[in-house]
């Protein structure tokens, strides 16, 4: 005869007590929002142990079940998401339990792996690569029911003792050389180098993530205003334009007049193109697509981006560098981290002001003569 018990306000439990190979063992659920629920989950659990039944699927193996959830979750999440869960899974969570039985993992199994990656990863790295693995194992219990308890729930990570990572930028002298050097170079070569110049100055002075400038029409550019509403995002070849990262990207910010005029010329140019051409170029509604309408790969524009950085003699830094150093000029400039943090799409200042506020050698030299001049 099965227990039920409310263990909380609108959560019941069943606890059922069997012999099985002349050993007793237990297995208990809750979670039940009544009596009723939790009752009748004893009772369907009673007949398969007389009927001889598996409670769960003992021989299911890790791998199998993984496969079975993606399709799954492929039907609920965004395309960019998907792809970051494969990845994990691929990477992370395959290599260590991809051959074990689903009933097999346990939770000392589990920490003693988080620990490992931990050893020569980034916490919070280590945190979104296994998360997946976390939120697979929690639907294997509570929607499909092939476990009775989740061994990943709730574990504690590890104190990360690396450095933070340093964020990389261009002091603003540099950033300027940097541009004059794109801009003498798409001055001599094809359209993609004017096209890679537009971008890598759209960039440096509006902080756009470089899926979100990708995916700029046209018509989300309106006088001196930028709409950002959705982001480029590749995966194989194949390209999907999905919403923001998150909801805080769902944004508007104000351009400078240089950069309006670029833009306006650059639509010009872009105009002139799909006139002089025999045949439609698709997506001519977006600003920054190939003369035949592709839309830009971001491997091109980084293998063009460490080039220009070879000709202006700087550091090999990645395209992101170009938004870090917006952010650093805004805030030099003394503009107030609030703003900045809603023109980068940020969730909140804090993360603004952790990411943001160390780096800057100059605004540290300022703050000390601030604070000479108030003595």
């Known amino acids: 005869m099965a227990n039920i018990k409310e263990v909380a306000k609108d959560n019941w439990r069943y606890r059922v007590r069997y012999k099985k190979n002349g050993v007793y063992k237990e297995v208990a659920k809750q979670g039940f929002k009544t009596e ?30 993984l496969k079975m959830w993606i399709d799954l979750k492929a039907r609920t999440v965004k395309q960019s998401t998907l792809y970051r869960i494969k ?28 620990n490992e990656l931990c050893d020569h990863l980034n916490v919070d790295s280590v945190k979104s690569y296994v998360a997946p693995f976390n939120s697979a194992i929690e639907d294997a219990v509570v929607e499909y029911q092939l476990l009775e308890s989740n061994p990943m729930k709730n574990i504690k990570y590890p104190k990360s003792h690396k450095n933070k990572k340093e964020i990389k930028f261009f002091e603003k002298d540099d950033l300027v050389y940097f541009l004059d050097i794109s801009k003498s170079h798409a001055e001599e070569n094809d359209f993609m180098d004017y096209l890679y110049f537009v971008l890598s100055t759209l960039l440096s002075r509006t ?35 999905n919403p923001p990262k998150t909801q805080s990207s769902y944004r508007t910010i104000v351009i400078d007049r240089y950069l309006i005029e670029l833009l306006k010329n650059f639509k010009i140019k872009k105009n002139e193109l799909a006139l002089a051409s025999s045949r439609s170029i698709p997506n001519q509604e977006y600003i920054f697509t190939d003369e ?11 293998t063009y981006f460490y080039k220009m950085c070879d000709l202006a003699e700087l550091p090999r830094l990645s395209p992101h560098a170009l938004r870090h150093s ?6 030099e400039s003394g503009s107030n981290i609030k703003y900045v943090s809603e023109r980068l799409g ?14 800057s050698k100059k605004m540290e030299t300022e703050a000390i003569s601030m604070y000479e001049r108030y003595f």
Not at 36 to 65: C, F, H, P, T
Not at 214 to 237: H, P, Q, V
Not at 346 to 359: D, E, F, Q
């Open 346 to 359: 940020h969730s909140s200042i804090n993360m603004t002001a952790n990411v943001y506020l160390h780096v």
């Open 207 to 241: 902080g756009l993530r470089l899926g979100e400038a990708s995916a700029l029409k046209w018509g989300d550019w309106n006088r001196n205003k930028i709409e950002i509403n959705k982001t480029l995002y590749r995966e194989g070849k194949s390209d999907y334009i």
């Open 36 to 65: 009723k629920e939790a009752l009748a989950a004893s009772i369907e659990v009673e007949n398969r142990i007389k009927k001889g039944k598996a409670l769960y699927n003992e021989s299911m193996l890790v791998g199998d079940y």
């Open 292 to 302: 035949r309408g592709n839309f830009i790969k971001q491997s091109n524009y980084r």
């Open 87 to 114: 990845k994990s899974i691929r990477l992370y969570i395959l290599p260590r339990f991809e051959f074990y039985k689903l009933t097999e993992i346990t939770r000392l199994e589990c920490i003693t792996w988080i």
């Open 326 to 331: 917006h952010a650093v000029h805004l805030l």
